[in-house]
């Protein structure tokens, strides 16, 4: 009974907002500028690999652990391991990931904002390319209005969870995500109608060139996939503890994934013909999508509302993604600390722009303020996407692979043995051997360097 009041609704409001979760600007704004950067078609097939053999195994092992213990991150580990404080530990590391991803992601969601008002305005319209240079440059470099933009996306993302897991984070998935489907679909058919460098554009995606891969391309590929999947910080951990319980967690698990590789291409397809159609360099990293795209849309007609729906599309992915972060917080807040869901909302909105106020700045007053030669921003896109993430993944398929019951596990994926789990051998060596040993190879060649 306690489920049914605890968590999602239905099934498919369980994809959606997982996907939401998922999908992001990991897959809009991250993954297209690595794909770039890392050859291309090669990278989009190792990413499509490690998705299926290591993240969708992961995403299924964050989900028993959320359903099994009915409770936030932290709450899941002290359940599960019956007061185990290292293992409570694990749940508070992921929570201070969380902290940590949010403050930084907020920034770049807030960008967003800056960008519809400023498309829609017309501003980008026309502007020459060292013009829109300057615009991302002067923008982004000031404190007053990107501060300003921060704290609007983090607001926003607070109504959202104020109202709730099914009046707030499950309804607005509902809506938003088939948005953002079809934007993106719009986007494709405007992309690849553009002409000749349309199609350069697609082969560099889609056609892998394996001369260009090499370790570090490959190990990019697995990062991104994490990322991307949201895996590691006890989003889906979370999320998983709303799954009902008469839903079969392997199939959740294949469509979230589904989702998030599908949103990934499709943006590849929006922007490489365009990029390509236009002669712009598809290895420009970090500022393709705020720099390139806006040349790339005053190149073609009808620019103005096409850089109006991207940016907009842009936005939807990121709230989507942050209200999964924020969930994270509030439901360790409410359950743990027993707040006021209004209380926890506002608290950790206030604490996480504080924090992201730092990242904000570290482009323009603090941007000399560098530690190992990073940007306080820099750094925590690398702690947490480098790091915490595997961290965090690494020691959670030791709990569930080596510390926690097989049966049990079982037990949780079959949904109590009502249903046949074929390949749960397989998953279960992911879990205890193949997952980590891959975890161990990214953090340890992160260290290296
Ligand atoms: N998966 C999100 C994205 O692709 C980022 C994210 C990471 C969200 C970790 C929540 C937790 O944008």
Redesign the pocket.
Known sequence: MENNTRGFTSNIGAILAAAG???????IWRFPYMLGQNGGGAFLLVYVFFVILIGVPLMMTEFIIGRRAQSNVVGAYKKLSHGNKGWITLGVFAIVG?FL?YAF?SVVAGWTLNYIVMASGGKLAGQTPEAITALFKNFTQGSFWPLLYQGLFLALTGAVIVMGVQKGIEKVSKILMPVLFILLLLMCVRSLTLGAGAKEGLSFLLKPDFSKLNGSCILSALGQSF????IG?G?MVTYGSYIRKEDKLFNTSLWIAGCDSLVAILAGIVIFPAVFAFGMNPASGPELVYIVLPNVFNSMPAGTLFAVIFFVLLGIAALT?TI??LEILVAFEVEELHWKRSTASLVSTLVVFIIGAFCTLSFGPLKESTIFGKTIFELFDLITASYLMPIGALFMTIFLGWCFPKVEVKDELSNGGTLKVKAFEAYYFVLRFLAPAALLIIIISGIVG
């Not at 990322?227 to 949201?230: M, N, R």
């Open positions: 979760g998922a999908v992001g600007l990991g897959n969380a991803i992601y990322f991307s999947l949201s910080m989003a993604s999964s972060l």
